[in-house]
């Protein structure tokens, strides 16, 4: 009988920590895709579709915020703001895939990501996408790497669990 007790522990002991673990092998998993240009690793490290609807809801915010209440309250600028907002979310349905994320973890810009056609580029040694985050858990499905851009501002890369595995699946911009 104790054996069993003592098995059940050891296999709920490994589980846990095969949870705790998961952000921190996730977050390398992303890394070592980034770096290697392997696209299809970094697509099962990511949840594409909530990344898209964080991206489109941050950078809509954004346009509206900068448009003010002036331009909200006029019937063209209205008007401008609806176009916009649309060009907005093909944009980001265009950029949020792998070739995309991994460009902009990189730390390209959009117009050589353009340019080059999304090549992967080499980079620098201690160069490397995510190098030295914060790591932090917000709860026991959420999890954040947070990162600095070439401003000093951060960029918090937002985990989230289902089931035993962790996905990338909010990148906060420093809008």
Do not use: C
């Not at 990189?106 to 030295?132: H, M, T």
């Amino acid at each position: 009988m104790k054996k069993w007790i003592a098995l059940v522990l050891v296999v709920l002991l490994a589980l846990a920590s095969y949870v705790a673990a998961g952000p921190y092998l996730t977050v390398s998993a992303i890394r070592e895709a980034v770096k290697t240009g392997n696209h299809a690793a970094l697509s099962d490290q990511v949840d594409f579709a909530a990344l898209r609807v964080s991206f489109k809801a941050q950078l809509s915010d954004r346009l509206i915020r900068e448009a003010g209440p002036d331009t909200q309250a006029n019937p063209l600028g209205a008007f401008a703001l609806i176009i916009a907002g649309g060009a907005i979310n093909a944009a980001v349905d265009v950029m949020v895939n792998p070739a995309g994320l991994g460009a902009m973890m990189e730390g390209r810009s959009v117009w050589n990501n353009v340019r080059d056609g999304f090549a992967a580029q080499p980079q620098a040694v201690g160069d490397a996408p995510l190098d030295k985050p914060d790591y932090r858990y917000e709860s026991f499905s959420r999890f954040t790497a947070t990162v600095q851009d070439e401003n000093g501002k951060p960029v918090v890369f937002v985990l989230t669990r289902d089931g035993l595995q962790w996905k990338l699946s909010d990148v906060r911009l420093p809008l």
